[in-house]
Structures are given as structure tokens and as C-alpha cells.
């Protein structure tokens, strides 16, 4: 596999998560004002220790004699140690937080992105925001404290030393450039490296959840011994990258701990040479010693941190990749009740990959009336829907809200969206529930519902029957996980009997149930029409046909052509 080549340098601290994450802010400046203490404590246990030295070996004046130096020893040793335990505890929660204000940026702004731009990304964001962000923290804990500390102890102890001893401090000026140098070329060698590493762990997450999602169909037509080896060899692509990346890390320690090693012994030399001659007293020598060490700790330190700033900067990378995705502006006027107004397409069309689906799609809801969606598959039926309620801007025609008292009509583009989604029940082809129990999830539903009102619902839809069986505290993991199909839309079903929203919107309501179960959807759907509720349903079984007052058949467009030709859905009265 071959890295990607990255066209501009990446900056060690993303101004990105320091500018829109509070926690990272907040983080940095704690480190920062934490490494300026560290170095005080640095430099004055360096001069106190020089001069205990000093006085023992040229005055021959044991440590006890001078209790002042030895208490400012003890003194900066507990402070600093203080400040590592705060360094440490403050790190791993900011961490923490961090991760969590980007997952759940994440996580919504996919969502708003709306299901075209989305489309294919749900896996993907899924792995980018859990294991992904992951990488964050050893960045946010070990990286980044690090290079704080590099960018405060390192020249204050230069300076020091500088004032102590010149020779010394030239001596540190030459070899210290030669760490970021190091890195920087380690850098260019692993370039686009944890980008990649993260791509292929996004990757194998996709198909993973993919695989396991589609376990049943693939087992019901005998095909589950297949796909297994394309995850394996998914595995073994990111294995090997994972690997790649440690030897590059190790290598990269090992060196930068030899630099740094020679360095300080350079410093040793020229102190003892000038200590021999008698060109440099004793104390500043002792000095310069304790504090040439604590030069270059923070820039190995760094060096060995610094595979983790490369998984981490790829995981903001990718994370802002998707968050500044410009949204399609929300509208600002009112939708209209649509108790007294319906919804209708105007000559949609939408642009695919294979074409246009649908094409020319005309179609209007009507309080107490059903209308059903029919066509081929990728006739673009759910396609028509989400550009209905908002969720899809068509690339033809006009989505449009009308108040049948007035006339007027908008564009539903320009509403406010929340102002038509609170007069929706949506019902997805795949129902989308949990976590929480069984019985709290619907009641959630309605909290001012009556026990008995939520008995009715769960008996009016065959909830009743799964209740009977699982127990109305049955656990109900995410996406609905401890139910089957079924048994997801028997709940969100009952979940819409206690709404009252005016438009009740269906994706293949009875696709995974059983023929009583779609004689339950029926009754449902008859009930909503007396209620005097518009429903809009996709359908397939002629059934749902059947009892549909309005049928609207959509077409796909063979070939994409531009401009487009209009063809009129073909609508049919009842």
C-alpha cells in the first residue's frame, strides 16, 4: 500500500481543536501555565543543588549546615511533583471531553448533512467517532503536555544556563535543533502513514458492520462463507500499517534518545575540561549538570509522543473534514398546519449516480386521505419522500407547504424545519429505536399517556404479543439491537398511535412482518384516514395499494440527460 503524500505541513497543535473545542482551549492553556511552573521548579532545584554541591566538596560543609537551600530542594521537588499529578489528572479529563464535544459535533453534523451528502458515511462516521476520535487521547495526554513543556522548560533553562555558564549554553544552542530537525525529517518519511492507518481502520469498520448487518439475508441464500476473507484481508492491510507505524515510532525514539543523550555528554565534557583548568567555579558547574538533562527531556519526550500526534492530528483532520461541510441553510418562515394545508411535489427530480430517480415526481398529501408511493426499485419512492419533509433539496421542480385556507404556498426549502418535522411521524423503512427498556421507549413516545392509553397502543399494533413474551423491561440496546425487524416496527407502530402529529409518513410499513402483521397496518392506516390524518405511505404489496385513496407510481429517468426532460408521475385518483 502507498502512503498518500500530504501537500502542506501540518502544525504540531491543530488551531482547529484549540479554536472551536472548549476543553482543548482550556487544556492548553492549563498545560501551558503548568510547564511555566515545572520550569521554575527546574531551575531553582538546579542552582539550590549546584550550591549544596559546592559547599560539600569545596568547603566540606555537609547538606545538614544549610537548611534553607535543602528546604527550597524539598520545597520545588514536592511542587513539581504536585504539578505532574494536575498535569496528569487535568490531561486524561480534558481528553475525555474533548473526544466527547467532537463525537457529539460529529455525530449531529452528519446527521444535518442530510441523507444525500451522507449517504454511504454512516459506518464511517460511526468508526471515525468512536475508535477514530480514540486516538485523541494518548495526542491530548502525552503529545501535547509534552510540547508545552518543550516550549517552556527548554528555553528557560537555555537562558539559565546562558547566565551560568556561556559556553555551556552555546554549546546546547547548536545540538538542541538537531531534535526537530530529526523529527521533521521523520515527519516527511511518514507522511499521509496514520492518515492511511485511519483510513483502512474506517474501512474495515464499514464492511465489518456491513457484513454483520447483512449476516441473515447472506446465511438465508447460503452465502455466509464468502465475505469472511475480505475481512481478513481487510484485517491484514490494517495490521500491517499499525506495524509500519511502530517501526517508524521505535526508530524514531531510539534515535532522538541517542541525540539527546550525546548532547548532554558534550555538555559534561566541556564543564569538565573548563573545570580541570579552573576556567568555571564549581557551583554553576553543578548547576548547568542538573539542568542540561532537564534541557532536553521534554524534546526526547516529545520525540517519543510523537506517533501519537500523527493518529491524532489525522483524527481531527478527519473529524473537521466533516464538520466544516457547509450545511444547506435552515429556512426562517413557518410551516403552515398542516391540519388545514398538505405537502406536495411539483416536477421533482434528483440526480444519482445511475441516472435520475425519481423524474418528473408529482404528488400531493390530503388530511384524510391516503396516498401511496409505488414503482420499481430505484425509482426513487423514499427519494420522493425525503425531499417532502425537508431532508433532500431536488435538483428539479419544487417541494412545496400549502395552507389550503389562504393558498399560500412556500417552498419547503425555505421553512423552518423543526416547525414541519414537529408535525410528522416518520416511520422509516427501518425503524430506529432504543436504547432503554421496551415499555419506557413507549412511553417516551407520549409522557402525559395513561397506562391505559399505552395498553391500547400496544394491542392496536401487536405490540402487545412481544411485551407478553419479552417483558415490558426488556433491554433495548442501540438501533433497536434485541429486537428483530418485526418486532422494531410492531413498537415504532404503537409509538405513532400515541402521536398526534397530522402526517404520518411510511417507508414499507409492512416489509418485515407477517400477513397478521400487515393486518394490523391496515386497520392502523384506516384509523389514521378517520382520524382525519394525512398518511403517505411507500408501498409495494398490493394490499397497501388497495386501501390507498390516491396512488402515485414514480419512473426513474434510463439515462441522466441535462437538462433533464420532465415526465409526469403518473397520479391516480380514488
Same mark, same amino acid.
Given at each position: 500500500?502507498?502512503?498518500?503524500?500530504?501537500?502542506?505541513?501540518?502544525?504540531?497543535?491543530?488551531?482547529?481543536?484549540?479554536?472551536?473545542?472548549?476543553?482543548?482551549?482550556?487544556?492548553?492553556?492549563?498545560?501551558?501555565?503548568?510547564?511555566?511552573?515545572?520550569?521554575?521548579?527546574?531551575?531553582?532545584?538546579? !542552582?539550590?543543588?549546584?550550591?549544596? /554541591?559546592?559547599?560539600?566538596?569545596?568547603?566540606?560543609? #555537609?547538606?545538614?549546615?544549610?537548611?534553607?537551600?535543602?528546604?527550597?530542594?524539598?520545597?520545588?521537588?514536592?511542587?513539581?511533583?504536585?504539578?505532574?499529578?494536575?498535569?496528569?489528572?487535568?490531561?486524561?479529563?480534558?481528553?475525555?471531553?474533548?473526544?466527547?464535544?467532537?463525537?457529539?459535533?460529529?455525530?449531529?453534523?452528519?446527521?444535518?448533512? &442530510?441523507?444525500?451528502?451522507?449517504?454511504?458515511?454512516?459506518?464511517?462516521?460511526?468508526?471515525?467517532?468512536?475508535?477514530?476520535?480514540?486516538?485523541?487521547?494518548?495526542?491530548?495526554?502525552?503529545?501535547?503536555?509534552?510540547?508545552?513543556?518543550?516550549?517552556?522548560?527548554?528555553?528557560?533553562?537555555?537562558?539559565?544556563?546562558?547566565?551560568?555558564?556561556?559556553?555551556?549554553?552555546?554549546?546546547?544552542? !547548536? =545540538?538542541?535543533? #538537531?531534535?526537530?530537525?530529526?523529527?521533521?525529517?521523520? &515527519?516527511?518519511?511518514?507522511?499521509?502513514?496514520?492518515?492511511? %492507518? %485511519?483510513?483502512?481502520?474506517?474501512?474495515?469498520?464499514?464492511?465489518?458492520?456491513?457484513?454483520?448487518?447483512?449476516?441473515?439475508?447472506?446465511?438465508?441464500?447460503?452465502?455466509?462463507?464468502?465475505?469472511?476473507?475480505?475481512?481478513?484481508?481487510?484485517?491484514?492491510?490494517?495490521?500491517?500499517?499499525?506495524?509500519?507505524?511502530?517501526?517508524?515510532? $521505535?526508530?524514531?525514539?531510539?534515535?532522538?534518545?541517542?541525540?539527546?543523550?550525546?548532547?548532554?555528554?558534550? @555538555?559534561?565534557?566541556? !564543564?569538565?575540561?573548563?573545570?580541570?583548568?579552573?576556567?568555571?567555579?564549581?557551583?554553576?558547574? +553543578?548547576?548547568?549538570?542538573?539542568?542540561?538533562?532537564?534541557?532536553?527531556?521534554?524534546? *526526547?519526550?516529545?520525540?517519543?509522543?510523537?506517533?501519537?500526534?500523527?493518529?491524532?492530528?489525522?483524527?481531527?483532520?478527519?473529524? $473537521?473534514?466533516? +464538520?466544516?461541510?457547509? +450545511?444547506?441553510?435552515?429556512?426562517?418562515?413557518?410551516?403552515?398546519?398542516?391540519?388545514? /394545508?398538505?405537502?406536495?411535489?411539483?416536477?421533482?427530480?434528483? @440526480?444519482?449516480?445511475?441516472?435520475?430517480?425519481?423524474?418528473?415526481?408529482?404528488?400531493?398529501?390530503?388530511?384524510? *386521505?391516503?396516498?401511496?408511493?409505488?414503482?420499481?426499485? /430505484?425509482?426513487?419512492?423514499?427519494?420522493?419522500?425525503?425531499?417532502?419533509?425537508?431532508?433532500?433539496?431536488?435538483?428539479?421542480?419544487?417541494?412545496?407547504?400549502?395552507?389550503?385556507?389562504?393558498?399560500?404556498?412556500?417552498?419547503?426549502?425555505? #421553512?423552518?424545519?423543526?416547525?414541519?418535522?414537529?408535525?410528522?411521524?416518520?416511520?422509516?423503512?427501518?425503524?430506529?429505536?432504543?436504547?432503554?427498556?421496551?415499555?419506557?421507549?413507549?412511553?417516551?413516545?407520549?409522557?402525559?399517556?395513561?397506562?391505559?392509553?399505552?395498553?391500547?397502543?400496544?394491542?392496536?399494533?401487536?405490540?402487545?404479543?412481544?411485551?407478553?413474551?419479552?417483558? *415490558?423491561?426488556?433491554?433495548? &440496546?442501540?438501533?433497536?439491537?434485541?429486537?428483530?425487524?418485526?418486532?422494531?416496527?410492531? %413498537?415504532? #407502530?404503537?409509538?405513532?398511535?400515541?402521536?398526534?402529529?397530522?402526517?404520518?409518513?411510511?417507508?414499507?410499513?409492512?416489509?418485515?412482518?407477517?400477513?397478521?402483521?400487515?393486518?394490523?397496518?391496515?386497520?392502523?392506516?384506516?384509523?389514521?384516514?378517520?382520524?382525519?390524518?394525512?398518511?403517505?405511505?411507500?408501498?409495494?404489496? =398490493?394490499?397497501?395499494?388497495?386501501?390507498?385513496?390516491?396512488?402515485?407510481?414514480?419512473?426513474?429517468?434510463?439515462?441522466?440527460?441535462?437538462?433533464?426532460?420532465?415526465?409526469?408521475?403518473?397520479?391516480?385518483?380514488?
Amino acid at each position: 500500500m502507498t502512503d498518500t503524500v500530504a501537500t502542506t505541513p501540518r502544525p504540531p497543535l491543530d488551531p482547529r481543536l484549540v479554536r472551536h473545542v472548549r476543553a482543548a482551549r482550556a487544556h492548553v492553556a492549563l498545560q501551558g501555565l503548568l510547564g511555566l511552573l515545572q520550569a521554575a521548579c527546574v531551575i531553582v532545584t538546579a !542552582i539550590a543543588l549546584g550550591r549544596i /554541591g559546592a559547599a560539600l566538596l569545596v568547603d566540606r560543609e #555537609l547538606p545538614t549546615e544549610h537548611p534553607a537551600l535543602l528546604g527550597t530542594v524539598v520545597a520545588a521537588l514536592a511542587v513539581r511533583a504536585l504539578t505532574v499529578f494536575v498535569q496528569q489528572r487535568t490531561a486524561h479529563r480534558a481528553a475525555t471531553a474533548a473526544i466527547a464535544d467532537l463525537r457529539g459535533r460529529l455525530t449531529a453534523h452528519a446527521a444535518l448533512l &442530510g441523507p444525500r451528502r451522507a449517504a454511504g458515511r454512516g459506518a464511517d462516521v460511526t468508526s471515525l467517532a468512536t475508535t477514530g476520535l480514540e486516538a485523541l487521547r494518548p495526542y491530548l495526554v502525552g503529545y501535547v503536555p509534552q510540547l508545552l513543556l518543550a516550549a517552556t522548560i527548554t528555553p528557560l533553562c537555555l537562558v539559565t544556563i546562558a547566565v551560568l555558564d556561556p559556553t555551556s549554553a552555546v554549546l546546547a544552542a !547548536i =545540538s538542541i535543533p #538537531l531534535i526537530p530537525i530529526f523529527m521533521i525529517l521523520v &515527519g516527511q518519511l511518514t507522511q499521509g502513514r496514520s492518515e492511511a %492507518l %485511519l483510513g483502512d481502520m474506517r474501512s474495515l469498520w464499514s464492511q465489518l458492520l456491513d457484513l454483520v448487518e447483512g449476516l441473515p439475508t447472506l446465511r438465508a441464500l447460503g452465502r455466509e462463507k464468502g465475505p469472511e476473507r475480505t475481512v481478513e484481508a481487510l484485517g491484514d492491510r490494517h495490521r500491517r500499517s499499525a506495524m509500519g507505524s511502530l517501526r517508524y515510532a $521505535f526508530l524514531s525514539s531510539m534515535v532522538l534518545e541517542l541525540l539527546a543523550t550525546l548532547a548532554v555528554a558534550l @555538555v559534561a565534557v566541556g !564543564i569538565g575540561l573548563r573545570l580541570v583548568s579552573g576556567d568555571l567555579e564549581l557551583a554553576p558547574a +553543578l548547576a548547568v549538570l542538573v539542568l542540561a538533562p532537564e534541557l532536553y527531556l521534554p524534546l *526526547r519526550q516529545v520525540g517519543q509522543q510523537y506517533h501519537a500526534s500523527t493518529d491524532g492530528l489525522a483524527a481531527v483532520d478527519a473529524t $473537521f473534514g466533516v +464538520l466544516e461541510e457547509p +450545511l444547506e441553510p435552515d429556512g426562517t418562515r413557518a410551516a403552515p398546519d398542516l391540519r388545514a /394545508g398538505h405537502l406536495a411535489l411539483e416536477g421533482v427530480g434528483v @440526480v444519482s449516480r445511475d441516472g435520475m430517480a425519481p423524474e418528473g415526481a408529482t404528488l400531493r398529501t390530503s388530511p384524510g *386521505r391516503i396516498t401511496a408511493i409505488t414503482g420499481t426499485s /430505484g425509482a426513487g419512492k423514499t427519494t420522493a419522500v425525503l425531499c417532502l419533509l425537508g431532508l433532500l433539496t431536488p435538483d428539479e421542480g419544487r417541494a412545496l407547504a400549502v395552507d389550503d385556507g389562504t393558498g399560500d404556498a412556500v417552498e419547503v426549502s425555505a #421553512l423552518h424545519r423543526s416547525t414541519l418535522w414537529e408535525q410528522v411521524d416518520h416511520l422509516p423503512q427501518r425503524p430506529v429505536v432504543g436504547p432503554g427498556t421496551l415499555w419506557a421507549l413507549l412511553r417516551d413516545a407520549a409522557p402525559d399517556a395513561t397506562e391505559a392509553e399505552l395498553e391500547e397502543a400496544a394491542r392496536a399494533t401487536g405490540l402487545d404479543t412481544v411485551v407478553a413474551r419479552r417483558g *415490558r423491561d426488556a433491554p433495548v &440496546g442501540r438501533g433497536g439491537d434485541g429486537l428483530s425487524l418485526g418486532e422494531r416496527q410492531r %413498537l415504532a #407502530l404503537a409509538r405513532a398511535v400515541l402521536g398526534t402529529a397530522p402526517l404520518v409518513v411510511l417507508d414499507e410499513p409492512t416489509a418485515h412482518l407477517d400477513g397478521a402483521g400487515e393486518r394490523v397496518v391496515l386497520d392502523l392506516l384506516s384509523r389514521w384516514r378517520d382520524e382525519g390524518r394525512a398518511v403517505l405511505l411507500v408501498a409495494h404489496r =398490493s394490499a397497501l395499494v388497495d386501501l390507498a385513496d390516491d396512488v402515485v407510481e414514480l419512473h426513474p429517468a434510463r439515462a441522466l440527460r441535462l437538462p433533464a426532460r420532465t415526465q409526469e408521475a403518473e397520479v391516480t385518483g380514488r
